[in-house]
């Protein structure tokens, strides 16, 4: 009887020991389900606070009005999206949003809202929220109008059902909104003015608002409101703008993460066996882009030439210490799977041969405009001016400093220009119909087809179908080599050695509900 | 008094005027515009064309111009095209950095030099005065980022002696945090202020008054703060007046180093990202600094020397 007793109690005690340490995941504070998408690390505790430390401050909070990479990434703690993208950036997974519909025509899409949604301050985040939050995206112009083209109406029938409706079926629509700007903010900024409010924001996302000490720091507190509250109790955010003291600083320990690694100083970190290095895929292509008024680059066969004399994978192992790839085209691998890669893989027989068959077989010289203030794409540059002078093409280095670069390039007023462009939705429409929009970035390279291609895989609605017209778009434009694509640069982090949880998605958002310095 | 402060006055307008009037001249022709920042590669030439409406990049330099002091002289410095706050707001929240800035490495430069340059003086051609003379070039010599960025890194974070940067809450904490990026530039600075100020305290003390002083058993000290200090002042408050407008400008680069928020670094910034509005405000508060630093100096000449009428 003892015996079979103790059995009893060791057998309950086994299984309740089992149980406990079953999943990974716990309920979290509200009691509801975990979230499918959290990767919370078994053993991660709650609590702490880091400071993660960036070269510049953050321009502003306006999800809609305010451009700067740090203002992005600090803005998207602050406002969730319907849609996030996943980790790996591979596809998009629900935030706000618990799912969607789409109707049969492909024009209204119908999204139905997680329960019992709050922002920080408690009040209740409906569907009315989200349809203002949109508006004011769709309105503000520039960047966003371009990226809002499809948004014909916007709808929020009821509280938890958002209803957007396009004149075409429109496939990136999910993408679009998962970027910045689709953040939630307040229906009419909760009586606020827009400038008021966004000196204070009310927070939809994980972390809300504290304290903003311009040029020095900006803290965060934990948004216990959101559906998945963080483990961090605080985010710090702090500006080191030199590149050598933030990253001997890191290295002191001054503070938890950085970003914006600067290459030179590489050794610095992996020497260190209390840091570490991490690097992140990115849509980040850098290129560059050849005028096709030039009477060299209207030549095919010239501007095929150049492309196969480049080395990409010397230039990504010694300037960038093997933490960037070959680009084949302007749209990052990681956003289509199939590049064409043959017109700008290294061959230095095939690549004189083709200047051989243009109408300059002697060669000639031209002048590239490229940012003077980065020492990075400065060796860069001068790493395909030697390679090209190995098929007897002079380039002419051009340092400019950054608004006269960019006034020179957007003008047509320069022969050639490096140009470096990041999509920032996970998703290849951005970029193919930037390309299209801007007459091949501003190079004068139309083509009709790949027009057409871009369209196409703007509005079907079928993944592999659009990887396979963008491949093909891809091929047909870089057959031509309207521009010459170089490297695609990773996304560089570095943290000490005790935080976990850290990730970053392909378009730079950093994923901080999972982190823990502990 | 009331007559030379109201023509000074009047001067002042009148440069800063021309300043403000050259500023936008300058960039009126340098290449860059604020549109394409803003609105992103896609951006149409209707879209940017309504960019160039709403800021009033279109109208004619005379009426830019004009509004710009309209506004001006009410004080409202305009709206950053970049983060679409007032200027204003932007200067006030910089300001007491590149000031505390300014002040706290003037006041180290004249510890260092007032010291030396008067025991350079008392032991002319002596071994001490040799040896002052000579290591401050050094001084001279490195660039002050250099500077700046050893001392960064020996005194801030091999020995966690000072802060590795920012500015800190409160006076106490300004002091601290400030004495590196202020010691970089008083070290730059301080040789120029030892040779002059010293060879005109070598002038004074070979003068009548001052052997007259001796031979009444003043000596050292006393005798340098109470006769020569005074009568050798003045070339080097002119050389201090000088340098304090050039520093206005140069702090940019130890603010850069130090990731001190001041004007040095929002003109930068400013600059890079063609933001208009900014760059003509900062360059204005520059110009009047260096105006009033003139002002300053000239003030300091008619208390230092009574014999010097202001006119």
């Known amino acids: 009887m003892k015996s079979s007793l103790r059995l009893v109690a060791a057998t309950v005690t086994a299984a309740a020991l089992l149980m406990a340490c079953g999943s990974g995941e716990t309920p979290d504070a509200n009691g509801d389900e975990p979230d499918p998408t959290s990767t919370e690390t078994p053993g991660a505790t709650p609590g702490g606070e880091i400071t993660i430390a960036f070269g510049s401050d953050a321009n502003g909070l306006d999800k809609s009005a305010v451009i700067g990479e740090e203002s992005i990434w600090i803005q998207q703690q602050l406002y969730a999206t319907l849609y996030a993208p996943t980790p790996d950036g591979r596809s998009l997974q629900p935030e706000l949003a618990d799912e969607h519909t789409l109707s049969d025509d492909g024009l209204e899409w119908t999204f139905t809202l997680r329960e019992g949604l709050l922002f920080s301050d408690g009040t209740p985040l409906t569907a009315e929220d989200v349809k203002f939050s949109l508006e004011e995206s769709r309105d503000q112009g520039g960047l966003l109008s371009f990226l809002y083209r499809a948004f014909a109406e916007i709808e929020a029938p009821n509280d938890r059902t958002l209803v957007i409706r396009t004149e075409e079926p429109f496939a990136p629509m999910l993408a679009i909104l998962s970027e910045r700007s689709a953040g939630v903010v307040p229906a009419d900024y909760g009586g606020r003015d827009r400038d008021e ?226 999509s920032d939705i996970p998703d290849a429409d951005f970029m193919a119909t930037a390309f299209t929009a801007t007459a091949g970035l501003f190079s004068g390279y139309q083509s009709e087809e790949a027009a057409i291609l871009g369209a196409q895989a703007a509005s079907s609605m079928d993944e592999d179908e659009r990887q396979r017209l963008y491949s093909e778009m891809l091929d047909v434009i870089m057959q031509d080599m309207p521009l010459l694509p170089i490297i695609e640069q990773s996304n560089l982090y570095a943290h000490q050695a005790g935080v976990t949880g850290f990730d970053v998605a392909i378009q730079g958002q950093l994923f901080l509900v999972d982190v823990s310095a502990r | 008094m009331i007559w030379y402060m109201s023509k000074r006055l009047g001067h002042t307008a009148l440069v800063l005027a021309g300043v403000a009037f050259l500023v936008m001249l300058l960039l009126h022709i340098t290449p860059g515009d604020p549109a394409h920042q803003m609105l992103g590669i896609t951006a149409t030439p209707e879209e940017i064309a309504e960019f160039h409406e709403e800021y009033g990049l279109n109208d004619p330099l005379p009426v830019q111009f004009g509004r710009f002091v309209g506004k001006t002289v009410t004080g409202d410095l305009g709206t950053s095209i970049f983060t679409r706050r007032p200027v204003r707001d932007m200067i006030t929240e910089r300001f007491p950095i590149t000031v505390w800035l300014l002040v706290y490495s003037s006041v180290l430069t004249a510890l260092i030099a007032v010291p030396l340059a008067s025991i350079a003086a008392l032991r002319r051609d002596k071994p001490a005065d040799h040896l002052i003379r000579a290591i401050p070039l050094i001084g001279v010599g490195m660039p002050s980022f250099w500077v700046g960025i050893v001392l960064l890194y020996v005194l801030a974070l091999r020995f966690s002696l000072f802060p590795a940067g920012g500015y800190g809450q409160g006076a106490t904490e300004h002091l601290w945090a400030l004495f590196l990026p202020s010691i970089s530039i008083a070290i730059g600075q301080a040789p120029l202020f030892i040779r002059s100020l010293r060879a005109s305290m070598v002038e004074v003390l070979d003068s009548e008054f001052v052997a007259a002083a001796r031979s009444r058993g003043v000596r050292g000290w006393r005798l340098i703060m109470w006769h020569v200090l005074r009568n050798a002042a003045i070339p080097t408050i002119t050389l201090f007046g000088v340098s304090l407008g050039l520093l206005v400008g140069g702090v940019v680069v130890i603010e850069a180093v130090f990731s001190l928020p001041g004007l040095g670094s929002l003109m930068l910034e400013a600059v890079t990202r063609r933001d208009l509005p900014v760059i003509q405000a900062v360059a204005l508060v520059f110009a009047a600094a260096v105006v009033f630093f003139n002002l300053v100096t000239d003030l300091l000449y008619g208390v230092i020397d009574p014999r010097v009428v202001l006119r």
């Open chain 1, 197 to 422: 409010f966004y000196e204070n924001p009310v927070s939809s996302g994980p972390f809300a608002f504290e304290s903003w000490s311009r040029g020095e720091e900006m803290v965060l507190v934990r948004n216990d409101n959101y559906f998945d509250p963080p483990l961090l109790d605080k985010v710090i955010f702090k500006v080191v703008t030199d590149d050598n003291a933030r990253v001997l600083q890191l290295r002191d320990g001054q503070f938890d993460m950085m970003g914006s690694v600067p290459f030179s100083s590489l050794s610095t970190i992996t020497e260190s066996e209390d840091l570490e290095l991490r690097d992140f895929p990115w849509t980040n292509v850098e290129m560059i882009i050849l005028n096709q008024s030039v009477e060299a680059f209207s030549d095919p066969h010239v501007r095929l030439a150049m492309s196969l004399a480049i080395d990409r994978e010397a230039i990504a192992n010694q300037i960038f210490s093997g933490l960037a790839q070959p680009a084949h085209s302007f749209i990052a691998g990681s956003l289509v799977d199939e590049q064409p890669a043959e017109y700008s893989t290294f061959d230095l027989e095939a690549a004189r041969d083709r200047l051989a068959q243009s109408a300059f077989p002697d060669g000639f010289s031209f002048t590239l405009n490229y940012p003077g203030t980065s020492q990075t794409v400065g060796s860069e540059m001068q790493a395909v001016k030697q390679q090209l002078a190995q098929i007897g093409i002079e380039m002419v280095l051009r340092p400019l400093e950054g608004g006269g670069a960019e006034e020179a390039w957007f003008s047509g007023e320069y022969e050639a220009v490096y140009a470096s462009l990041s």
